[in-house]
């Protein structure tokens, strides 16, 4: 069974950064996403960014241009370094692994908090 382990995140002010990491233990074989998503009190959840195997890469429109997407395959991690971050994208970070075994599956992270003062 694939766990999913958080690290980062936290207090920054506006216009500084954090950078999220995500490690995966068990396996997620060859044909996977990861990715993070974020909740914000009150909204819904919403993915912010995600990389498949082959590098591919999205962002949401909010996001582009301040954060990037990253992972090491070997390792079965996913990061999210987040730079001019805003006091919008206050929320907790969930990391996310979709993986194909025998049918799509999907896991999450506990989430971590992050907060963007003004």
């Known amino acids: 069974q694939v766990q999913l382990v958080e690290s980062g995140g936290g207090l920054v002010q506006a216009g500084g950064s954090l950078r999220l990491s995500c490690a995966a233990s068990?396996?997620?074989?060859?044909?996977?996403?990861m990715g993070w998503y974020r909740q914000a009190p009150g909204k819904q959840r919403e993915l912010v960014a995600q990389?498949?195997?082959?590098?591919?890469?999205y962002y949401t429109d909010s996001v582009k241009g301040r954060f990037t997407i990253s992972r090491d395959i070997a390792k079965n991690t996913v990061s999210l370094q987040m730079n001019n971050l805003k006091p919008e994208d206050t929320a907790v970070y969930y990391c996310?692994?979709?993986?194909?075994?025998?049918?799509?599956?999907?896991?999450w992270g506990q989430g971590t908090q992050v907060t963007v003062s003004s």
């Open positions: 068990g396996s997620i074989f060859s044909n996977n996403n």
């Open positions: 990389i498949g195997t082959g590098n591919n890469t």
């Open positions: 996310n692994v979709q993986y194909y075994s025998s049918g799509w599956k999907t896991t």
